[in-house]
């Protein structure tokens, strides 16, 4: 059975860290706490856990934080988490039998990293990050902000899931910040890190700087096509909020040049035609969203609800204004066997029955 070292960067973190570390803290064989400057009681509650609690000066890097949390690893595996991540309860028997059964070959293990959830819990978003990675100095971590390991070698997809549930909001500035700062300082950004800086440029609200940057980003020849297919959601997005509605569609269809259809962008099609009162086109985009196949290891960002939940809500919506009342109704039931808590789907049931 192959050891695992829990390795982690931390800062101010007295909130979320122990329920953090209660969570895995006995699935693992060992666990590291790179503290980057913490001045409430992080630092004390890591130590409860384990004695390997080490200081770092903070570089603006968090790839270097990272490595430098691995390079104080002695187990097999290293394993990253943040200090508001959480291994559920439901997914520690997996979590065990995954670390009894693993191949020895195994280079790298891609877990499922839920980061958003519905009004009942379930997980609304979610992605697959590499969280196993075998110890060794050919992986290591690039990008000063969402840094990633480069995924080569034996690769395992699980469906286990590290979920992340922040209580407290962080820092909104500080991934925006950092990318101005290597701007500043005359580092150009490498396809990835651009498209991202142009996603914390939305997030802020400065979409006409987001919409030059992520453009560019879509006239690269380097960059992972996922990337470029959401780059056209968030420049879209913002062609929206700048009310140039017919730049956001285009935009929204360019996405078909990188690739076959995804859901998420036929859901936010189907939703301009909607808007815009053209309710067979929005049908029409609906249905090929529910005729699109998940799948959840191209690695991408995934809003397993466009897959379902969101076109049978909406083409509820689409047959009322066409004055089918029972396709609506019988689109709203399949919404409702997806999602029978929403109070969308209860909303329109209510709609119905009074009828």
């Given amino acids: 059975m192959p050891t695992i070292s829990l390795c982690m ?6 909130i979320h860290l122990a329920r953090c570390l209660e969570s895995v803290a006995e699935l693992v064989d060992e666990v590291i706490i790179v503290d980057t400057g913490s001045t409430d009681r992080t630092i004390q509650i890591a130590s409860a856990y384990t004695s390997k609690v080490y200081s770092y000066t903070w570089k603006d890097d968090f790839s270097d934080a990272r490595n430098e949390s691995f390079s104080r690893a002695s187990m097999e595996y290293c ?11 439901s997914e520690k028997d997996g979590f065990l039998e995954l670390k009894k059964s693993l191949s020895p070959d195994t280079d790298i ?6 980061t958003s959830f519905d009004e009942a819990g379930r997980p609304s978003f979610s992605y697959f990050r590499e969280r196993w990675i075998r110890n060794c100095d050919r992986y290591r971590w690039i990008g000063a902000v969402h840094e990633v390991i480069p995924p080569n070698g034996r690769l395992l997809y699980s469906d286990i899931a590290i979920s992340h549930k922040k209580i407290n909001a962080g820092d909104s500035d500080r991934n925006l910040k950092i990318y101005r700062k290597m701007i500043a300082d005359g580092k150009s950004l490498e396809a990835r890190q651009q498209y991202y800086f142009g996603r914390e440029l939305y997030y802020h609200g400065q979409y006409e700087e987001a919409v030059s940057v992520l453009e560019q980003f879509l006239l690269l020849e380097e960059g992972w096509i996922e990337n470029k297919i959401e780059a056209c959601s968030v420049c879209a997005n913002c062609y929206d909020r700048l009310g140039q509605e017919k730049e956001a569609l285009m935009t929204l269809l360019r996405s078909m040049s990188f690739d076959v259809p995804r859901a998420e962008l036929c859901c936010e099609i189907g939703k301009y035609f909607l808007r815009h009162d053209k309710y067979q ?6 249905e090929t969203a529910l005729n699109i196949p998940k799948n959840e290891y191209c690695g991408g960002f995934m809003l397993p609800d466009c897959y379902d939940y969101i076109p049978f809500l909406q083409l509820c919506v689409c047959y009322d204004k066409l004055g089918d009342r029972q396709r609506a109704e019988e689109y709203n039931e399949r919404a409702g066997a997806c999602k029978p808590y929403s109070q969308a789907y209860l909303y329109n049931k209510r709609y119905f029955d009074s009828l």
């Fill in 9 to 14: 960067i931390v800062k101010n973190e007295e």
């Fill in 79 to 89: 394993m990253w988490m943040d200090a508001d991540d959480i291994l559920e309860p």
């Fill in 109 to 114: 293990v891609m877990m499922k990293y839920n």
């Fill in 281 to 286: 086109n929005a049908v029409y985009w609906y």
